[in-house]
Protein backbone atom coordinates (compact mmCIF):
# COMPACT_ATOMS: atom_id res chain seq x y z
CA UNK A 1 0.00 0.00 0.00
CA UNK A 2 1.34 3.01 -1.09
CA UNK A 3 -0.53 5.37 0.95
CA UNK A 4 -2.77 6.67 -2.29
CA UNK A 5 -5.95 7.80 -2.29
CA UNK A 6 -8.32 9.46 -5.23
CA UNK A 7 -11.38 12.24 -4.65
CA UNK A 8 -13.79 11.58 -6.05
CA UNK A 9 -14.15 8.04 -6.77
CA UNK A 10 -17.30 8.55 -8.79
CA UNK A 11 -18.76 11.40 -10.53
CA UNK A 12 -21.42 12.15 -13.06
CA UNK A 13 -20.94 15.16 -15.01
CA UNK A 14 -22.01 17.45 -17.98
CA UNK A 15 -20.65 17.83 -21.11
CA UNK A 16 -18.88 21.10 -20.98
CA UNK A 17 -18.57 21.52 -17.16
CA UNK A 18 -14.81 21.66 -15.69
CA UNK A 19 -13.90 18.76 -13.38
CA UNK A 20 -11.40 18.31 -10.96
CA UNK A 21 -9.61 14.94 -9.63
CA UNK A 22 -7.47 15.06 -6.43
CA UNK A 23 -4.84 12.67 -5.73
CA UNK A 24 -3.35 12.49 -2.46
CA UNK A 25 -0.48 10.36 -1.27
CA UNK A 26 0.99 9.83 2.17
CA UNK A 27 4.87 9.11 1.48
CA UNK A 28 6.05 12.14 -0.06
CA UNK A 29 7.32 10.85 -3.26
CA UNK A 30 7.97 12.90 -6.41
CA UNK A 31 7.31 11.62 -9.23
CA UNK A 32 3.12 11.24 -9.66
CA UNK A 33 1.02 10.32 -12.83
CA UNK A 34 -2.43 10.44 -13.98
CA UNK A 35 -3.48 7.34 -16.47
CA UNK A 36 -6.93 7.28 -17.94
CA UNK A 37 -8.01 3.54 -18.81
CA UNK A 38 -10.27 2.09 -21.19
CA UNK A 39 -11.47 -0.90 -22.52
CA UNK A 40 -8.94 -2.20 -25.31
CA UNK A 41 -6.28 0.45 -24.74
CA UNK A 42 -4.63 -0.39 -21.55
CA UNK A 43 -3.09 2.47 -19.32
CA UNK A 44 -2.81 5.80 -21.32
CA UNK A 45 -0.53 8.43 -19.22
CA UNK A 46 -2.02 11.81 -19.16
CA UNK A 47 0.42 13.81 -17.51
CA UNK A 48 3.29 13.48 -15.03
CA UNK A 49 4.80 15.48 -12.00
CA UNK A 50 8.41 15.14 -10.79
CA UNK A 51 8.06 17.65 -8.56
CA UNK A 52 6.50 20.53 -6.99
CA UNK A 53 5.17 22.55 -9.67
CA UNK A 54 7.16 20.67 -12.06
CA UNK A 55 4.83 19.06 -14.72
CA UNK A 56 4.67 17.58 -18.49
CA UNK A 57 2.59 15.97 -20.83
CA UNK A 58 1.79 12.39 -21.62
CA UNK A 59 0.62 10.10 -24.10
CA UNK A 60 -3.25 11.73 -24.10
CA UNK A 61 -2.50 15.29 -22.12
CA UNK A 62 -5.54 17.28 -25.10
CA UNK A 63 -8.07 18.54 -22.98
CA UNK A 64 -6.47 17.69 -19.15
CA UNK A 65 -4.54 20.54 -16.95
CA UNK A 66 -2.58 19.60 -13.65
CA UNK A 67 -1.20 21.27 -11.03
CA UNK A 68 1.06 20.11 -8.03
CA UNK A 69 1.50 23.11 -5.83
CA UNK A 70 1.93 20.55 -2.67
CA UNK A 71 4.49 16.79 -3.50
CA UNK A 72 1.78 15.41 -1.69
CA UNK A 73 -1.13 16.44 -4.03
CA UNK A 74 -1.61 16.02 -7.73
CA UNK A 75 -4.37 17.60 -9.22
CA UNK A 76 -6.10 16.85 -12.99
CA UNK A 77 -8.57 19.23 -14.53
CA UNK A 78 -11.07 18.58 -17.04
CA UNK A 79 -11.30 22.34 -18.56
CA UNK A 80 -14.53 21.40 -20.28
CA UNK A 81 -15.78 18.03 -19.94
CA UNK A 82 -16.61 16.04 -22.98
CA UNK A 83 -17.84 12.40 -23.28
CA UNK A 84 -14.63 11.03 -25.11
CA UNK A 85 -13.50 11.70 -21.42
CA UNK A 86 -15.94 9.03 -19.75
CA UNK A 87 -13.22 7.08 -18.32
CA UNK A 88 -11.49 5.36 -15.01
CA UNK A 89 -8.44 7.43 -13.91
CA UNK A 90 -5.72 6.19 -11.75
CA UNK A 91 -3.42 8.57 -10.08
CA UNK A 92 -0.53 6.48 -9.64
CA UNK A 93 3.55 7.54 -7.99
CA UNK A 94 6.84 5.81 -8.25
CA UNK A 95 9.63 5.54 -5.73
CA UNK A 96 13.07 4.37 -7.15
CA UNK A 97 12.19 2.67 -10.42
CA UNK A 98 10.01 4.75 -12.65
CA UNK A 99 8.61 1.59 -14.36
CA UNK A 100 7.59 0.12 -10.68
CA UNK A 101 4.45 1.83 -10.13
CA UNK A 102 1.97 1.83 -7.64
CA UNK A 103 -1.83 2.84 -8.26
CA UNK A 104 -4.45 4.74 -6.82
CA UNK A 105 -8.18 3.30 -6.36
CA UNK A 106 -9.21 5.11 -9.25
CA UNK A 107 -12.04 7.62 -10.08
CA UNK A 108 -14.81 6.31 -12.45
CA UNK A 109 -15.72 9.62 -14.13
CA UNK A 110 -18.91 9.47 -16.76
CA UNK A 111 -19.49 12.74 -18.81
CA UNK A 112 -23.40 12.79 -20.22
CA UNK B 1 7.82 2.33 -32.03
CA UNK B 2 6.08 3.06 -28.49
CA UNK B 3 3.78 0.31 -28.65
CA UNK B 4 3.75 -2.68 -26.48
CA UNK B 5 1.61 -5.19 -28.44
CA UNK B 6 0.04 -7.75 -25.93
CA UNK B 7 -1.91 -11.44 -26.52
CA UNK B 8 -4.18 -12.52 -26.02
CA UNK B 9 -6.73 -10.52 -25.48
CA UNK B 10 -8.29 -12.92 -22.98
CA UNK B 11 -7.65 -16.71 -21.80
CA UNK B 12 -9.76 -18.88 -20.17
CA UNK B 13 -7.87 -21.97 -18.35
CA UNK B 14 -8.83 -24.64 -15.66
CA UNK B 15 -7.63 -24.73 -12.34
CA UNK B 16 -4.04 -26.58 -11.86
CA UNK B 17 -3.48 -25.22 -15.42
CA UNK B 18 -0.68 -22.83 -16.81
CA UNK B 19 -1.44 -19.63 -18.07
CA UNK B 20 0.93 -17.63 -20.42
CA UNK B 21 0.68 -14.46 -21.71
CA UNK B 22 2.47 -12.70 -24.19
CA UNK B 23 4.08 -9.45 -24.65
CA UNK B 24 6.76 -7.41 -27.49
CA UNK B 25 8.12 -3.89 -27.89
CA UNK B 26 10.26 -2.34 -30.51
CA UNK B 27 12.12 -0.07 -28.82
CA UNK B 28 15.22 -1.33 -27.83
CA UNK B 29 15.87 1.20 -25.42
CA UNK B 30 12.99 -0.19 -22.88
CA UNK B 31 15.03 -1.33 -19.93
CA UNK B 32 12.57 -2.52 -17.60
CA UNK B 33 9.32 -4.86 -17.89
CA UNK B 34 6.92 -5.03 -15.11
CA UNK B 35 3.90 -6.74 -15.28
CA UNK B 36 0.72 -5.93 -13.72
CA UNK B 37 -2.78 -7.65 -11.86
CA UNK B 38 -5.67 -5.51 -11.84
CA UNK B 39 -8.61 -6.85 -10.59
CA UNK B 40 -12.35 -5.71 -11.45
CA UNK B 41 -13.01 -1.83 -9.24
CA UNK B 42 -9.39 -1.68 -7.99
CA UNK B 43 -6.23 -0.24 -8.92
CA UNK B 44 -3.31 -2.63 -10.88
CA UNK B 45 -0.79 -3.65 -9.00
CA UNK B 46 2.62 -4.19 -9.86
CA UNK B 47 3.12 -8.31 -10.11
CA UNK B 48 7.09 -9.02 -11.02
CA UNK B 49 9.42 -7.41 -13.42
CA UNK B 50 12.68 -7.96 -15.13
CA UNK B 51 15.47 -6.21 -16.39
CA UNK B 52 17.04 -7.14 -19.89
CA UNK B 53 20.22 -8.87 -18.47
CA UNK B 54 18.18 -11.51 -17.41
CA UNK B 55 16.53 -14.40 -19.33
CA UNK B 56 14.26 -15.18 -16.50
CA UNK B 57 12.78 -14.51 -12.87
CA UNK B 58 10.40 -16.15 -11.06
CA UNK B 59 8.27 -15.51 -8.20
CA UNK B 60 6.65 -18.35 -6.50
CA UNK B 61 3.94 -19.18 -9.14
CA UNK B 62 4.61 -16.16 -11.51
CA UNK B 63 7.85 -16.40 -14.23
CA UNK B 64 8.76 -13.94 -16.75
CA UNK B 65 10.67 -15.03 -19.34
CA UNK B 66 12.33 -12.65 -21.32
CA UNK B 67 14.23 -12.89 -24.96
CA UNK B 68 15.96 -9.09 -25.87
CA UNK B 69 16.73 -10.63 -29.36
CA UNK B 70 13.31 -11.34 -30.40
CA UNK B 71 11.94 -8.35 -28.22
CA UNK B 72 9.35 -10.33 -26.06
CA UNK B 73 8.66 -11.40 -22.98
CA UNK B 74 6.02 -13.29 -21.48
CA UNK B 75 4.15 -14.29 -18.13
CA UNK B 76 3.94 -17.58 -17.15
CA UNK B 77 1.14 -18.96 -14.11
CA UNK B 78 2.16 -21.91 -13.17
CA UNK B 79 -0.59 -24.04 -11.37
CA UNK B 80 -3.14 -21.30 -12.39
CA UNK B 81 -6.04 -20.43 -9.45
CA UNK B 82 -9.84 -19.29 -10.04
CA UNK B 83 -8.15 -16.39 -7.52
CA UNK B 84 -6.12 -15.61 -10.17
CA UNK B 85 -8.51 -14.32 -12.45
CA UNK B 86 -7.95 -10.52 -13.24
CA UNK B 87 -6.66 -8.39 -16.31
CA UNK B 88 -2.93 -8.36 -16.42
CA UNK B 89 -1.14 -5.60 -18.11
CA UNK B 90 2.74 -5.96 -19.23
CA UNK B 91 4.59 -2.53 -19.33
CA UNK B 92 8.24 -1.66 -20.82
CA UNK B 93 10.07 1.60 -19.59
CA UNK B 94 12.67 3.54 -19.79
CA UNK B 95 14.21 4.44 -16.80
CA UNK B 96 16.29 7.54 -17.98
CA UNK B 97 12.81 9.41 -18.90
CA UNK B 98 10.11 10.27 -16.72
CA UNK B 99 6.97 9.86 -18.85
CA UNK B 100 8.41 6.14 -20.93
CA UNK B 101 6.01 3.63 -19.24
CA UNK B 102 4.02 2.21 -22.18
CA UNK B 103 1.38 -0.59 -21.02
CA UNK B 104 0.19 -3.16 -23.03
CA UNK B 105 -3.60 -3.08 -23.66
CA UNK B 106 -4.35 -6.34 -21.27
CA UNK B 107 -5.37 -9.80 -20.89
CA UNK B 108 -8.32 -11.02 -19.17
CA UNK B 109 -7.49 -14.44 -17.24
CA UNK B 110 -10.64 -16.54 -16.27
CA UNK B 111 -9.42 -19.58 -14.31
CA UNK B 112 -12.37 -21.87 -13.99
CA UNK B 113 -12.82 -24.86 -11.53
Known amino acids: DAGITQSPRHKVTETGTPVTLRCHQTENHRYMYWYRQDPGHGLRLIHYSYGVKDTDKGEVSDGYSVSRSKTEDFLLTLESATSSQTSVYFC???????????FGPGTRLTVT | QQQVKQSPQSLIVQKGGISIINCAYENTAFDYFPWYQQFPGKGPALLIA?????SEKKEGRFTISFNKSAKQFSLHIMDSQPGDSATYFCAASMEASYDKVIFGPGTSLSVIP
Open chain 1, 92 to 102: AISRVTRGEQY
Open chain 2, 50 to 54: IRPDV
